[in-house]
């Protein structure tokens, strides 16, 4: 397939000596980085945030202070 892509000048000359330098093509060196590329995991979509559930042995009338809060739910 043929396509066009606009590349930053300084990219292009990198892009061009490094071709150069390796003895090979452009079209090579962009396919071998689009190949690495691809190779990669993608992101995972960020997970949502889980909030800390406090058993109570009586459901209500938990009462805990700053510091206690802090330790149950610290995060190691």
Do not use: H, W
């Amino acid at each position: 397939m043929r396509t066009s892509v606009d590349i930053p000048d300084t990219i292009y000359r990198e892009m061009k000596i490094r071709a150069a330098t390796e003895g090979v093509t452009i079209r090579e060196v962009i396919l071998e980085g689009l190949d690495m590329r691809l190779q990669r995991p993608s992101s995972a979509p960020p997970s949502r945030f889980q909030v800390p559930v406090i058993r109570s042995k009586r459901p209500g009338t938990l009462n805990l202070t700053n510091e206690q809060i802090d330790e149950l739910t610290a995060f190691c």
